[in-house]
């Protein structure tokens, strides 16, 4: 499901930071160094951009088959509010976690922090290029579903941009914390896998919460996407209740915390051995 990220030598990237520079300068330099590798690398970039078009025109057979009238939404509607969760889950998730390994493994992340870079620094600049990449392609999903599927224009953007913001911090920070007990770049096929299947089938990408039983709904609301998709809906489609977007801003942000803790106390710098 993911990709392998192609090898470059360490000094390509910890190379680019120079001494004396601000946080945002180096936030710059080891981004523009990422986009280089990313752009090298047209297996990662392919995937990148063409997969999660893929997921949601895939998705569209099964929706059609749903009476999603039922939960106050058309086929368009879910498409592009489900497919905004699937390219921050495929492009962020997916391609952070054998990007953080692949740099390990090379020494890079080790070579970084003899430099000026913090460790925080180190894990965002090198999450810049996923994430633009994300923002951009969920652009284009919302403007494609306004100008060619049956959807209106988001009526609250402001818990839109919350919801994909939110899903950049939490999908990062789970990239991180997966990369930990990932042994090298091909394994993150298998170490990747277990939250894409939840995400896709639980946290309402595919299947509105509201179609599901309440108890496997009241489960399901607990996933690390969940609240990141209630958010994304809320904002596309309006109406939502006070409480179940409260509820969804604290999943979101209790997954946050928990995700950058566990960064913080179990993320490996240097090769597994």
């Not at 998705?59 to 879910?78: I, Y």
Request: hydrophobic share 55%; with cysteine.
């Amino acid at each position: 499901m993911t990709t392998s990220v192609a090898k470059t030598r360490p000094t390509q990237t910890a190379g680019t930071i120079t001494r004396g520079t601000s946080a945002a300068g180096r936030l710059g330099a080891l981004g523009r160094a990422e986009v280089t590798l990313l752009v090298r690398n047209r297996t990662a970039l392919s995937v990148a951009l063409f997969f999660p078009v893929l997921m949601v025109v895939v998705a569209k057979s099964t929706l059609e088959e749903m009476d999603l009238g039922k939960v106050g939404m058309n086929v368009g509607e879910a498409m592009v509010t489900g497919g905004i969760g699937m390219v921050l889950l495929l492009v962020v998730h997916l391609n952070l976690v054998s990007a953080y390994v692949a740099r390990r493994e090379e020494l890079v992340l080790k070579r970084l922090r003899t430099g000026e870079l913090s460790d925080r620094e180190i894990l965002i600049g090198t999450a810049l290029p996923a994430a633009g990449l994300a923002v951009a392609q969920c652009a284009v999903l919302m403007a494609a579903g306004i100008a060619f599927l049956d959807v209106g224009a988001p009526a609250r953007p402001d818990l839109l941009i919350a919801g994909i913001g939110a899903g950049l911090v939490v999908l990062t920070a789970l990239a991180a914390v997966t990369a930990a007990v990932t042994r090298t770049v091909e394994s993150a096929q298998i170490t990747t896998m277990p939250m894409f299947m939840l995400s896709v089938g639980g946290s309402g990408l595919l299947i509105p919460l509201e179609m599901m039983p309440d108890t496997v709904a009241s489960v399901c609301e607990l996933l690390p996407m969940t609240g990141i998709t209630t958010l994304v809906r809320a904002g596309w489609l309006g109406g939502a209740d006070g409480g179940d977007v409260t509820t969804a801003a604290v999943t979101a942000l209790v997954w946050a915390g928990i995700s950058v803790f566990a960064v913080q106390r179990w993320f490996r710098w240097e090769p597994r051995r």
